[in-house]
Structure formats: structure tokens, C-alpha cells
């Protein structure tokens, strides 16, 4: 929900967000322009203390009351972290007779072809706790063997014997027809009323087993903590005398009450990256702009995410806990609304090495904040991608995090030379070079295939580049990937907390229901979403507070045979026969977009369908009239190495607060600031907006040629 | 190095990362547009970029170790018919010819040329495994290829963008699944597209006209690294044989290995001849197999491409079962070609023995299954029972490693996945009842064999249907190392109780169900020094019996489940005297 529409000053709505990450606590409070910001350490054994100090600090800060709070909106990584860290509930599976092992068994492959030692990940549920009740639907949901209800029964003593905390119910499917797993939970439910219950028909109505069950699975092992979690909160804020409600943020970039999140907790997980994203839209609509790769690069990963329209693209799916290295495969399968981003191992803190070809490699391993990049002097000794821009002089070493962390020169060039330039007999500043070009390579390539996944193109979209890293690489990446265009907004560092306030609060109701679309059931479709439409109303209704819902209808779709759907949108009203015939056109188009040519002679089929209601954001005032721009120039100026020429030369160096609206600095130049640097290269000029952002742009003559 | 010289090996270097992500998206295009589940579903499947003279700069990650090295000799066959000055733009190359391709007539193998400004400057070709290509089917039962299905010569399948009617129409009129099959070839030519505009893109990028001076880089870094991998190896000569079940009677591999100072040889002499049904290997797909078993043990780092594996030689006797020629039957290559790397793995045990797995279960259990009027012709009433055909992918135990036990139920060395139940159950009228660990399956040792599985299928209705049996590993487990014990051994039969034969097409009559219990992997050094904590936990969960945790394993166990540790010590004690 936002208001920019709100008056300022004394009557403009009060809101905070919170986003709790692995080492921060962010809190943000906006009221009307307003923003007041604060970052305080993350307080993992009790996680609401550092939330309601954080808090109490800003208003404090701000000189207002807690009961003068419109909105909290909240994020956290609690839920990713139980799994990670695998702290979560003591959780036992219930499952169909035969289908003990789905959770073990995966999809039986190797995500590392050429590595024999590869370890997979360990099912949230070990094999003693995953128990097999006699029952059977075939792929129709009719029952080929009924539910063993005493079977179910039998259960309760070795649950009771075992302690367990948190229970999922899959069956086989469970998703066309979920009576025998509502039947079951009931009666276990009658036995043990204590315990909460996941449902996979109910987390993730959707087919295909192992996804469908680690969602369950991995929705059970959080469900107790984040409940626990959230109610303390709740208490600790009534105490404080916070009288607003509370909205969380979900991996789909939408909000939910505390109740939806209680139920289905999985869907909190990333809400983190999700309000990077959401900010990056947000900041996209306010600038005009529609078409946008956001790019936030912090010290461990780069995320990166399509923004058309000002929407961020979502997705079905993703895997939590890599263990292989950010590699596919290596983590346990969501099937859950996200907002589609590629994350990968490229941040501040990556480390460089060189591998047993001579080929330069930089992370996924990080040095982390602890002990940090080698220039940090606490004891790294490898060099990382922030000593690689140190060398290159993209940082001034006094002035590092508004000064309070110099930086040592010798030893981020100690370690490049150790590491890289000694093996591969380059300088200390070429091996810098190389560790920045690989880098920015491997984030390019990410963008690459995540928009070829998305169907979509790179090639004149604006980038916006957040967090410490997104505006030290953001013009190199950009010549990479054939983008003319980078805005840097302000607020970079907390933009996650900024996007949650940006947030819609909404729901997304999904149905699997397999059919050819020549002879689609008209009648079971409107069936379908008029009962997904209740219970996305159930859920939004009471949180919007009367703000306006916009719904959407969406159907994966795809030849009959293929693997693979593509999301087409339906009109949203009940559907006729005649309607037939404009989805199998906006299939064929979209197929068309993706892979040139649609298939002759194929039929298309209809997997699932998803429905969405959401509170629509009131549009952003008109951006403020563009200033005249005038060229500025700085006494000030760094030796600097260019990334992509290898050359060295003088550069001009700007503080971003001393610049003001209308001024125009041409690069080669850094703008610096106290939590990142952005960097103009030769062909590049960077405007200064109205909003105070920077916007940069490339000379058509610019790139890797230069 | 002057600065120059460091940018332009640094460049080089981005551009490598580059056409690896190339060919990794051109897999993924495949995956996501093909039709045969055996391609989007199972992964089985392999994509590369070859220089002018048909050697390989870069192969997709995704994709099966059987294909890719088989496909990277393919694409000089191509050249040899099709010389690069005759290719236009727009041409896509097709062939499925067993000794030109990968190995059996359902793989099929399409070559594009890549045109830069008009010039060619390389080629892109890939590989996947089609679910039907008529004929037999898939199975061993072929006396000859000409049995085992419809046989596609090299070919343009589209000549400067426009399709080739008369091939697509021999192509439909020769398979069960002519939608699907015209579809996966478009799929295939359509990941080719996508690569070949990346690499366009790339060119333009950074300003270079030819792949020439990249390829040099490619393979000078490559060779350099594999002969320094390889010089890491003891020298000398290393021999093991493997046996599998056969269709008839048992086969012998035998190899001797020769680790020099730059290269090794393998020398497959004292293997079984050629057989008379179809798990014979064409002598590409040997290479390919026993290349990557030696490859993951020695240089596994190293990216796969021509000069990665030219260090590699192999001597195949003329009329063995792994050099099998033209006309031989060979559809089901695989479960010969797939014991490979344990035959390497023994050789290399003996110079490194710490980087060498125990045997597993390793030729993959997918049955071919056959439904309707190709097997029985009862009726329904006025109805005939609806026709089926699928091939679900499934795997037994990996052998155990060093540090860690083997992978339960997982595929190797095939780079394969298999398919949701549910997501089979939507593709043919059949019915999995179970799918689920076997315990006591994994061979015991100091580190354990992977577990294998059960499964027990049923067509809908509990109608009758066939399996074209191609398991193995049944009269010939999975062998442990240094001590730890062998596998389960696989099994096949009837869940009424009558055993199946392991190779070939059989019926499984109306109201009965098909049941696979798949091999475990072998263990790995003595038993009584497994850790008694993980022995407990394997009891715990069922995979393990009390009675093997004493026996074999000896260790004891307590009522409450812990390990009882002061009986545990003289159980071990008493073991270590026997």
C-alpha cells in the first residue's frame, strides 16, 4: 500500500518496515517524503527484540509514538534460516503406502556430473519419521483403494512416542482430489489437536510429487517457529503500544496477515530479495520506466531480476538451501509463488583463486563480513571482488563506509598478488582487472539466461542498481549486456525495507486440473475459480482496508506432450465456449515469443491455474519536472584503472550529497557515497534527477570495443 | 606479462565462461521445447559448439556423458558428407545412424552451421534420446538395426529455413509417436537457433570474426591440464575386468590401462564378442563411456571438449562387443556401455585408490512399457484397450566413495533424472503403486553402497501389458572395494511370485503387476569399521536390518536404538581375530 499521495508533514500516514536479515536488522520509517532509516544487528535467539529496538529507535529518531504507526510491514529470513541451518520443528510425513522415500528418491540425479564426491541434500524429514498409510487415487482422484482410517490411528502412539512438534500430510494425487488427506488430518487432528497440520493440497495444490511434498514437508518444519515468532511479536508490540496491524512480506512480493503467514509460513522465505525487487519496480513506475533489469549486488550474492511494466516477473518455483554451491539442483524444491530472480555467488566479499587449469575463478565462497575482504585487515588473507576495486581505485580507502572502516591497500594487493597475480604472472592491478572482468562476466551471464528463461530481452531496458556492489559494477555490467542505461536511486542500502513498503497485500490461489484445451470443461473452470476467488477474497478482503483489489487470471499452458508451460492470462469473468479459441491464439503468440516458431499440428493442454488478488497501489504522483542540466566539474581526482581497457588514468571524484538536482558529471568519474560508489566509465555521463537519483547514460559509440 | 597480453588471456578466458553458457542455454531451450520425456523429463540429452574442423570448444553441463563425448566424433561425419563451403544458412543436419551418432537409432543428432555475417564460423550440434522411432521399440530383442527402427542417413531436415516435407513425412509414417517425434525434431532444431544467435551476439561483442584463435586457447589450456592431471597418476599398467548378465549368457569387459607420463591407453582385449541381440556398443559410445570413467576420476575439473579428450586412447578388439559394427543390433547399448567407468574405476583403483567409487548399480532400470493392440488384442467390449508406450527412468544405488557412503538411487554414470509418478501416470494408463528405497540393498562397508529401490507397476485397470525387459546387474552384483561387500542384486518379476527374464519383451497378464527391485551400490572397506553411529542410524531408518547391524557390521545395538558401545567394542574385537 502507498500513499505518496498523502500529505506531507504532521497528517501523512506513518509506516514502518522492517526487514531482518543474516546480519542486519533494517528499519525504515516513511511519513508522507519523509524517510527515516536505521540498520542495527540481526538478534538470531530472540529476533522480535531486535525488531521492536529497532523500532523504538526510530521513532525516537522521527519523535513519534508507537500508536501513531499506520502500517508495520515485516520481513524476515527466520523462515529460510530454520531450513539452512536445519533448526526447525521436529516434523514427521504422512504419505501413501509405497511412497515412503518421495523426499529421498528426489528426481534420482546427480546435479554435478563430474564430481564423484557430491553429497545431496538430507530430506527435512529423516526415514524413521516418514510413515505410509494404505490409500490410492489415480491421476482422475478416484479412489483405486480407499483410506485406511485405523491405519491413520495407528499412528498416534509412535507420533506421541517420538515428540513430534509439526505433521505434513501428501498423498498421490492429493491435489485433484484432497478427501482422503482432509480425512486423515481430521483424524489425527482428533487425537493430537496440538499439532499443527500441512496439507499438501493445501500448500501446494499443484502436480508432481517431490515439489509438491517438500513443500509440505518444509512448511511443517517452520510452521511452529514462525508462529511462536510472530505471536511474541504481536505481544511485544501491543506492549509497546503499536495499535497497527501487522502485513509480512512473502517470496511472491506480496503482503499477508499474520494469519495467512501462521498457515503458510514457507511463503515467507526470501522476502528479503523479493522487496529488492519490489523496490526496483517501484522505483521504475516512479521514474516511467518500463522496462527494467533490477540489480542488487550485496556481499555475498548479485540478484538479479526482470521488471516490465513496473511488476516484477514472479515464478512457481525455486529451491531453498543450495548445498552445491549456488548450483541447480543441489537444494530442496519450493513450489511456491516467487518473484523469478537468478541469485549467484558474486558479491563484494567473493573470493578469487585459481583453479588447476590456470583459469581465474572468483566465489560462490565469500569471505563474508567476518573476517572480510583482505583490505579489511581482520585477518582475511584471500583476495575478494571489493580488494579487486580497491586496487583498481574505484574506493577511496579513507572514506570506505562513510570512513569508520579504512582500508588497507597493501593488503588487498598482498593477497591478489598471492592468489591470482603470482600464479598466473599478472600484476597485482591486472589480476585485479581479470577478478572484476570474471565477475561481471558471471553476473552477465545470469542475466543472460534468466531473461532467455523469461522469453525476454536485455537489450534497452534500464538497469537499477542497488546494495553496496549494484552501482560499483552497474555501467560495466550494463556494456556486458547492451543496456545504454543505469539509474542508481538513493536509499540503496535498505532497499528491501523500502520495497516492502511499496508492497500491494494480496493472494495467490492455485489449481491443478489436467485438459486439452479443444475440449475444455468450461463449467469446471468457473467452478474453479469461483472457489479460488473465495479463498483469495478471504484472505485480502479483511487486510485491504478498503483500499481497491484488482484480480488477474493466469493458466499454464502447453503442446500436449511437451515438459514445459508458459503462463497465459484469462479474462477475468466467468469463461465461455467461444473463449476457446483467443487462448489457443495468446498460447500460440507467447510460444512463438519464446521459441520463433510454434509447433504445427500440436494440441495444447491446460495444467494449472493461478488467480491473484491484490490492493492496487495509487499511482505515483507525475515525476517532477526534469531540471535543466548542467555540466559539473570536481577538483578532486583518483587514479583509476579502467575494467575494461586495462588502462589507468585520472578520474574525477564527486560526492553524491553535494550534488544536487540538474547537475550532469561526464565520465570518466566516481560519484561516491557513504555505503557504495557509483562509477562512470570513458562514455558515460550521469545526470542527477529530480528525485536526487542518478541517472546514467552511454554514449551509442561506448562498449567493449572501447 | 605486459598488460596486453594479460587482457587478452583474460578476455579469452570470459569468452570460454561465454560459449559454455551458450551451450548450456541451448540445453535448456531443448528441455523446455522438447516433446519425448525421455528428452524435457529425464535430461537424456547433450549440446555442444564445434570449431570449422569439427572439433568441440564447449559442451553443455545438462546432458549424459554417453551422448556428449559420442556426439563430439559426430559433427566430423557430418563435415565429412555435407563439407562446411555447402551448408547455408538456415541448413539443419539430422542423422540417428548409430555409428555416425551416439550409439542407437533413438538418439537423434542435429548439426546447424553457424553463419556470421555471412561467413561460417562454426558449428552447433546436439543429441537427444526420442521416445519412438518405430520398428521393435525400444528393447534387446533386434537381430540386426535394420529391426530396431527407422533409419535417418545424414540429412538436411531444413534447408535454408524451410522444413524438408518429404523427410518429415517419412519421419511421421515411421513412429508410434509421429506428433511427438516431428515436434522433438523442431525442438532440437530450435535450441541450435538460439545458440547460434548468441553466438553471433558474442562475436559482435568482442569484435572478432572467427572462433580460431579462441579455439587454440580452449584447447592448448585443456590439453595442458589433463597431461598435468594425468602425469598425478602413478604410471604403469592396471588391468580389472566386470561381467555383466547379457542377453543370453554372461559378457566379459576386460581392459588393460596404460597410464603414461602424458596420455593413457586402454586396451579392451579378452572382451566377450559381439552379441546376437541388441546390447552391442558401437565403438563411439565405448569411447564415450570409458573417456568419462577415467575422466571424473582423473581430470574432472577440466571442461569437456576435443582436447580434453585426446589424451585418452582406446584399442578396441575388431569383433568384440564394444566395437560393434554395422548391421549389429545395438538399442540398448547402454547397459553394456554403462558398466565402463566401473571397469575404469577398477583399473584406476589400483594407482589412486582413495578417488575411486565401489561398483553401483550403474546401468539405468527403465522399462519400456507397451500397452494396447501391440501386445494382446482383447477387447472391451466393442473397445480395444487404449495403446501405450513410456519409458520411465529409474535408478539403483551408487557404489560407495572414500569419505562417503553411495548415493541412494541415483543415476551414474548416466547424467539422467526421472520423472514424477504423477507426471507418468498423466502420460499412459499405468499405475505405479510403489516407488520407494530398498533397504538392506546397500553393500555394506566402512562407507556403504547406495540403496536401491522397489517399484511394482500396473497398467489401469489392471489390463495386461508388456515390459521389453533391459536390466542388469541380476546375476552379476554390484562389487565392493578393499573389503566392503557387494550389492544387493537386481531383480524382475511378477508381484504374484514368478521371476522375469532380465532382458527382453515379456507380458505381464491381466490383474498382475510388474516388480523391479533395483541393485544397491558396493561398499567400501571392512564393514566392522563402519561407524557405529551410522549403523545406528540406518537401523533407525529402516535401511539397514538388527540383524545385519550384528552380523555383518557388528555392531550392537540397545532397545532404545543407541549403540551399545562396550558390546559393540568386543563384538568387533572377536570379528577382528576370526
Known sequence: MRERMAPSGENAKVRLAVDIGGTFTDVVLERGDRRYTTKLLTTPEAPERGVLDGMARILDAAGLAPAQVALVVHGTTLATNAIIERKGARTAFITTDGFRDVLALRNESRYDQYNLDIELPEPLVARH??????????????????????????????????????????????FVNPAHERRAAALIAAALPEIPLSLASEVSPEMREWERFSTTVANAYVQPA??????????????????????????????????????????????????????????????????????????????????????????????????????????????????EMVEIGAGGGSEARVDTLGRLVVGPESAGADPGPACYGRGGTRPTVTDANLELGRYDPALFAGGRLPLDMDAAR??????????????????????????????????????????????????????????????????????????????????????????????????????????????????????????????????????????????????????HEISVALPVRDLAPEDRAAIKRDYEAAYARFYNRPVPGSEIEILSYFLVRETLTPEPPPPPPAPAMREVASTETRRVRDGATAREADWAVFARQALSPGDRVIGPAIIAEAETSTLLGAGWRGDITAQGWIMLTRASQGGEGR | MSAGKGLAAIRHQVMWNRLIAVVEEQAQVMIRTAFSTTVREAGDLSAGVFDLEGRMLAQAVTGTPGHVNAMSESVGHFLKKFPAHTMREGDHFITNDPWLGTGHLHDLTVVTPVFHRRRMVGLLANTAHVIDIGGLGMGPEGRSVFEEGLYIPILRCFEAGRPNATFFEFLRAGSRLPVELEGDVYSLCACNDTAARR?????????????????????????????????????????????S?????????????????????????????????????????????????????????????????????????????????????????????????????????????????????SCLWNPPLRGGAGVSSRREGNRLPPDFEII?????????????????????????????????????????????????????????????????????????????????????????REGGHEGASGY??????????????QIIPEGDRLLLKLPGGGG?????????EAVARDVRDGVVGAEAAYQVYRVAIGADGAVDDIATRALRANNQKE
Open chain 2, 245 to 361: 548378465d547379457g542377453y543370453d549368457e554372461p559378457v566379459t569387459l576386460a581392459a588393460a590401462m596404460a597410464v603414461g607420463e602424458r596420455d593413457i591407453t586402454v586396451d579392451f582385449a579378452g572382451t566377450s564378442p559381439v552379441a546376437g541381440r541388441g546390447i552391442n556398443v558401437p565403438a563411439a559410445y565405448c569411447r564415450a563411456y570409458a573417456s568419462f570413467g577415467i575422466k571424473v576420476v582423473v581430470a574432472p575439473e577440466v571442461p569437456n571438449n576435443w582436447a580434453s579428450l585426446q589424451p585418452f586412447g582406446m584399442k578396441i578388439p575388431e569383433g568384440c562387443i564394444l566395437d560393434a559394427r554395422h548391421p549389429a543390433p545395438v538399442s540398448v547399448r547402454h547397459v553394456i556401455g554403462q558398466l565402463l567407468p566401473d571397469l575404469m574405476m577398477g583399473c584406476l583403483h589400483q594407482a589412486v585408490p582413495e578417488r575411486v567409487a565401489a561398483e553401483g548399480s
Open chain 1, 129 to 174: 519419521l516418514r510413515f505410509t498409510v494404505a490409500e490410492r487415487l489415480d491421476r482422475a482422484g478416484r479412489v483405486l483403494r480407499p483410506l485406511d482410517e485405523a491405519a491413520v490411528l495407528a499412528l498416534v502412539p509412535a507420533l506421541t512416542r517420538e515428540n513430534i512438534e509439526s505433521i505434513a500430510i501428501g498423498f498421490l494425487h492429493g
Open chain 1, 226 to 339: 514462525i508462529a511462536r515468532y510472530l505471536r511474541r511479536l504481536q505481544a511485544g508490540m501491543q506492549e509497546a503500544g503499536f495499535a497497527a496491524p501487522i502485513h509480512l512480506m512473502q517470496s511472491g512480493g506480496r503482503l499477508t496477515t499474520i494469519e495467512t503467514a501462521c498457515r503458510f509460513p514457507i511463503r515467507l522465505v526470501e522476502s528479503g530479495p523479493a522487496g529488492g525487487a519490489i523496490f526496483a519496480a517501484a522505483i521504475a513506475r516512479e521514474a516511467g520506466l518500463d522496462r527494467v533489469l533490477s540489480f542488487d549486488m550485496g556481499g555475498t550474492t548479485a540478484k538479479v531480476c526482470l521488471v516490465d511494466h513496473h511488476r516484477a516477473h514472479e515464478a512457481r518455483g525455486f529451491e531453498v538451501a543450495r548445498i552445491g554451491r549456488f548450483r541447480k539442483g543441489s537444494g530442496l524444491p519450493l513450489r511456491i509463488p516467487v518473484i
Open chain 2, 492 to 505: 524382475v518379476g511378477l508381484t504374484s511370485g514368478a521371476p522375469l527374464r532380465a532382458k527382453g519383451f
Open chain 2, 524 to 532: 567400501m572397506g571392512p564393514p566392522d569399521e563402519r561407524d557405529p
Open chain 1, 414 to 563: 598482498g593477497a591478489l598478488m598471492r592468489a591470482v597475480g603470482d600464479e598466473l604472472g599478472l600484476s597485482s592491478a591486472m589480476a585485479a582487472v581479470g577478478v572484476i572482468e570474471i565477475v561481471d562476466e558471471a553476473m552477465a551471464n545470469a542475466a543472460r539466461v534468466h531473461a532467455i528463461e523469461a522469453g525476454t530481452a536485455l537489450e534497452g531496458r534500464t538497469l537499477i542498481a542497488f546494495g553496496g556492489g549494484g552501482p560499483v559494477h552497474a555501467t560495466r555490467l550494463a556494456e556486458k549486456l547492451g543496456i545504454d542505461q543505469v539509474l542508481v536511486p538513493s536509499g540503496a542500502g535498505v532497499g528491501s525495507a523500502i520495497g516492502f513498503l511499496r508492497a500491494a497485500i494480496g493472494y495467490e490461489a492455485v489449481r491443478s486440473l489436467y485438459q486439452r484445451l479443444a475440449t475444455l470443461d468450461i463449467a469446471a473452470v468457473n467452478a474453479l475459480f469461483a472457489e479460488m476467488a473465495r479463498e483469495a477474497r478471504e484472505v485480502v478482503t479483511p487486510a485491504s482496508l478498503g483500499a481497491a483489489i484488482r484480480e488477474t487470471r493466469m493458466a499454464s499452458m502447453r503442446y500436449v506432450g511437451q515438459g
Open chain 2, 392 to 480: 520411465t527412468f529409474n535408478s539403483g544405488g551408487t557404489g560407495a566413495r572414500h569419505r562417503r557412503d553411495g548415493l541412494d538411487a541415483t543415476a551414474f554414470p548416466s547424467g539422467v533424472r526421472t520423472m514424477p509418478v504423477e507426471a507418468s501416470e498423466n502420460v499412459a494408463p499405468i499405475v505405479i503403486w510403489r516407488k520407494e528405497l530398498r533397504p538392506d540393498s546397500g553393500g555394506a562397508g566402512r562407507t556403504r553402497g547406495g540403496l536401491g529401490q522397489i517399484m511394482e507397476i500396473a497398467a489401469e485397470d489392471d489390463r495386461e501389458f508388456a515390459c521389453n525387459a533391459i536390466f542388469d546387474r541380476i546375476q552379476h552384483p554390484p562389487r565392493g
Open chain 2, 199 to 243: 553466438l553471433g551476439e558474442m562475436l559482435d561483442e568482442f569484435g572478432i570474426e572467427s572462433l580460431a584463435p579462441l579455439a587454440n586457447f580452449i584447447f592448448e589450456n585443456s590439453l595442458r591440464a589433463t597431461e598435468a592431471a594425468i602425469a598425478e597418476i602413478p604410471a604403469g599398467i592396471y588391468r580389472a575386468s566386470i561381467r
